[in-house]
Every structure is written in structure tokens, then in C-alpha cells.
């Protein structure tokens, strides 16, 4: 008898459901007594002992369904070890709620900060198994994550969307990626969908690049630009601030994101209208794509193959088009960010996209 507990904590993102469903599928085909144990909303279900038990039932027919049958939430590393507003210790919480159930493991599922509560669990001497999830693809240890494939779909989409009425106005557009502080989905997004500049976290801008990138594309005879602008994107001269400044700086803007920012600068250096679209949390939402559902799949199938032969403290990644364990001390607190010499950046650049550096 194996008994798993399971949560999903963080953004939610597509095949979330598909994940999880490997998992109890292999386990179920191996034919070992299973007890699943679903805590809600991420690691408040785990410290609260919120939780339901769940049947091969509840797996079914989720393959495709978007977000988390079992909830999310954030729950900050920082403020792990700080006592709730009743004064409970969560760290201990969570164990004492881990051995009382009898668990033999946690499959969680998450992205950079799950991952580091993960390994803390782990410290602590909690048998845990772990699942790569986030659009931002941002996760170190693994090539991959799933949700990303499903967001970059979605991205792409709206800058297909915005190309067409751009076209027809001559107008210079941003569309708006989301990946938090990195560049992975708007790169991809951004050539998938043929956008002339993309601004990304990694290379920093300078808005006068940005400006002559456009003016060239005019020159040239195009009516219209499209900018891809990652929600982190920053310029040169930002770069260069301190965390505070730049935090500062963040508190006082008038303008809700950077690229409200970059629209106003364009605009004042060259009359030309500009709009900015932001698509924002449509990109976490809706079916995951069929690569997510087979990428989550095999995850899930790895996961349930890892608990029967009770191998714990793992991430379960892909690198170099295999599944691989990656111990959690590797993964957690460190970003996976798109390096700026990066071969794609430069395949990129060669394909006349501007990144305004
Ligand atoms: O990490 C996933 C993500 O969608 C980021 O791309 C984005 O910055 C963030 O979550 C948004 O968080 P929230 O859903 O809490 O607004």
C-alpha cells in the first residue's frame, strides 16, 4: 500500500491535470493499493490538513482540462518559517500532517518557489517527488516545463491577431508577453508569431535602438511594427539601478507595465501612434496543448514509476530530449534565464529581429 499525498502550488498552469493524472495512472497500472490524498490550494492545504481523498475517478477525463482539479495558491518561502497570524509553525505543520496521515510521499507540482519549499520538505526528511510546472519556463534542472508549450501557443496567437490589424493600420503594436523575469516565452511567442523587436529581461534595451529598428522597417516600406515586450523587460539605464531604485522607480511609474512605458517613449520620439495589448493571464488559462498533454503525461507516468521504486528527493526534468531525476538541492533558488548569447537570440538577430541592444 502506497499513500500519496499530491498538491499543485503557485500560478496554475495548462496540464497541471495532465500531470497528475501520470501519475496516478501509472500507479494504478502497477497494480499496488493506492491511497491519493489531494491537499487544496497548494501548501495551505498541507499546513491546515485541508484535504480530499481522491479515486482513480477523479483522474478521469481531466487530460485536457485546464487550471487544477485540486486548487492553488502562493505561499511565499520567505514567510515559510514565519509563524501564521495564530502563531502556527507551517514547517511543522506540515510535517506533523505529512506523518499523521502515514504519507510515504508528496508528489508536488510547481515552479520556482514551490520547488524551494519542496526542498525544505526534503530537509526536513519528507519524501518528495516533484513535477516541473510554469509558463515562464524558468525552472533550472530541466529544458523544459510543461505549460509553457500550451502559453507560448496562446501568445503567439495574439500577436497573429495583432498582425492583421496592425497591417491594416500601419500602426506600431506591443503585445505584451507574461514569464515573470525572464524571456523564454516571449522569445518563442515572439518568433513564432514574426514580431519585428522583442525586448526580454535578459537584454536590456535602449529605447533609441528600438526607435531606429522601427524607423528602418518604415524606410523599408512597412507600414506596421510589432513589438513582443516580456513583462520583465527593462532598459540600459534601469538595468543599471539598484534592486530599491529600480523598486522605487516601479512604485512611482504612471504607467501600469513596462510597456505602457516603452509605448509613451516611442511615441513621443517618433508622432507615430502606438498601441499595447496584454493578453496577460490568458496565457495560463484554457486546454493545454497536445505537446503539453504528452509532455505532462510522460512526466506524471516518470513520477508514478519514481514512488513504486521509492526514489524520492527528485525533480522529475527533460534535458537533451530525455526525462531525467534531478535532485531538488540542484533545482531549487536558482533561474533558468535565456543567456543573451544564447544560439536562438543570434538565430534571431540573423532573421533581422531587433531586441534593442
Ligand atoms: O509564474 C507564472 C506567471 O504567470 C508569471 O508569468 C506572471 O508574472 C505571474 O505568474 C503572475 O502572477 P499572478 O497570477 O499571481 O498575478
Known amino acids: 500500500m502506497k499513500r500519496i499525498g499530491m498538491l499543485t502550488s503557485g500560478g496554475d498552469c495548462q496540464a497541471l491535470n495532465a500531470a497528475m493524472r501520470g501519475v496516478v495512472k501509472c500507479l494504478s497500472y502497477s497494480k499496488e493499493d493506492v ?34 482539479i485540486l486548487g492553488t495558491s502562493r505561499t511565499p518561502f520567505k514567510l515559510i518559517r514565519e509563524p501564521d497570524e495564530k502563531g502556527l509553525d507551517k514547517v511543522e505543520a506540515m510535517k506533523q500532517n505529512y506523518y499523521k496521515l502515514k504519507l510515504d510521499c508528496l508528489v508536488i507540482l510547481g515552479g520556482n518557489g514551490t520547488h524551494k519549499t519542496a526542498n525544505l520538505l526534503r530537509q526536513e526528511g519528507l519524501n518528495v517527488v516533484t513535477l516541473p510546472k510554469t509558463i515562464d519556463n524558468d525552472l533550472w534542472g530541466t529544458d523544459m ?75 523599408r516600406g512597412s507600414r506596421f511594427t510589432i513589438l513582443a515586450v516580456a513583462e520583465g523587460a527593462i532598459s540600459k539605464q534601469d538595468a543599471k539601478l539598484s534592486k530599491k531604485e529600480y523598486k522605487d522607480k516601479l512604485k512611482n511609474t504612471p504607467y501600469p507595465s513596462v510597456s505602457y512605458e516603452i509605448a509613451a517613449q516611442i511615441q513621443k520620439k517618433t508622432g507615430q501612434e502606438v498601441r499595447v495589448t496584454v493578453p496577460g493571464h490568458t496565457q495560463r488559462g484554457g486546454s493545454p496543448c497536445p505537446y ?13 514509476k519514481m514512488i513504486l521504486k521509492g526514489e524520492y528527493g527528485f525533480m522529475v526534468g527533460y534535458r537533451n530530449r530525455e526525462i531525467v531525476k534531478v535532485p531538488l538541492e540542484e533545482v531549487a533558488g536558482k533561474l533558468k534565464m535565456v543567456a543573451p548569447d544564447a544560439t536562438i537570440v543570434k538565430e534571431a538577430k540573423m532573421l533581422g529581429i531587433s531586441f534593442g541592444d
Request: some cysteine; aromatic content about 10%.
Open 292 to 304: 503539453d498533454r504528452v509532455f505532462a503525461s510522460r512526466l506524471g507516468s516518470e513520477a508514478g
Open 145 to 219: 516545463t510543461f505549460g509553457f508549450q500550451s502559453a507560448v501557443d496562446i501568445a503567439t496567437d495574439a500577436i497573429d491577431c495583432i498582425h492583421t490589424t496592425a497591417a491594416s493600420h500601419g500602426r506600431v503594436f506591443i503585445v505584451e508577453v507574461m514569464g515573470h523575469k525572464v524571456g523564454w516565452l516571449t522569445l518563442n511567442a515572439g518568433m513564432a508569431g514574426g514580431a519585428d523587436i522583442i525586448l526580454i529581461p535578459e537584454i536590456p534595451y535602449d529605447i533609441d535602438k528600438v526607435v531606429d529598428a522601427i524607423e528602418t522597417r518604415q524606410k
Open 35 to 68: 491511497e491519493i490524498y489531494g491537499f487544496l490550494d497548494g501548501y495551505r492545504g498541507l499546513i491546515y490538513s485541508d484535504f480530499r481523498m481522491l479515486t482513480g475517478a477523479d483522474f478521469s477525463g481531466i487530460l485536457t482540462k485546464g487550471g487544477t
